[in-house]
């Protein structure tokens, strides 16, 4: 069973992701030993993502570089550094694989190819959501950074873009272009400088704070925010503005229809870091919540293939014992 079970929702996966950018082939000029380069895919502030093919297995592939003016940048070029280090020893089922690195003047990552992301679905009108399925998604989600916290790592950019979903549902923690380890005590980040994507960005990151493990949970917080309600918890009309209501002591209030499932919101996205979830506290009550689901009839309609075969069943039981109770009567 896939984290979406709806027939919609499966539909809509399999959409081909829509790229920010012209995807014109005559434009690349990037070369990588052992790989053909098909097009750009898609573009960030620092980075372009290619999609390419490599030669030896014919394996689609998603290929990152800096792009030529970033390169010459020196804090571009360390935090792209840095990320080639970190993704390279993560492992983990919901973390996006990595294939390989170069780390020669033109640094590059080679790593899965995925093309539907969480941000392609999230407002589609088409697509209605199951509660279970959200649940089971974030739950997902915070064991990858369950896994990444212990491993030392902060990935500090949480966000429906940078979640990306597998042929088979299951969602993928992508894109490590502004991780830090956690106890690192240097972040080569201008003084005052704000990092993250503001809508996603805990309040310590609109303090321009150091960052922890903790930012991530808020982050992620917002995500199943998001999920859950149809909307963002905040939505200012500019960065000061959104700045000012994630400093705001008080937690967002989901909509009366998911009232429920606000302990969680609660706990992910308490202001003060010593009230919030770490990303284990996480993972156990989205658990709890899933399992509650399973006895909520109003968030989780039977499986009719499942609800089939406990009637032929029972059917074939109610048989089975008629028929006993024939032979003994005529024996």
Known sequence: MTPFDSKETTELL??????DINSDPSTVSLIIPGYNIVKPVGKGATGIVYKGIEKKSGRTVAIKVLSPESRKEKEALYRFHRELHVVSRLSHPY????????????????????KNSLKNVLYDQKVKLKKIDVLKTVRKLAKALEYAHRCGVIHRDIKPANILFRANGHPVLADFGLVRAIHSKSDF???????????????ELCRAEKSDHLSDIYSLGVVLFEMLSGKLPYNGKNFPDLFKQHLDPSIPL???EVKKYQPLIDGMMAKDKKNRFNATQA????EKYIRDSAYDKNDSAPDPKRKLLFLLLSGAVIIFIILVILIFYYI
């Not at 973390?95 to 190819?113: L, S, T």
């Not at 993972?283 to 989205?286: C, D, F, G, H, S």
């Open 14 to 19: 399999t959409h081909a992701f829509q790229s």
């Open 95 to 114: 973390i996006i694989k990595i294939f390989g690195v170069g780390k020669d003047e033109k640094p590059y990552i080679i790593m899965e190819y995925l």
């Open 189 to 203: 980040t201008k003084p005052f400088s704000i990092l993250g994507t503001p809508h996603y960005m805990s309040p």
């Open 254 to 256: 989901l909509p009366p």
């Open 283 to 286: 993972r156990i009550m989205l």
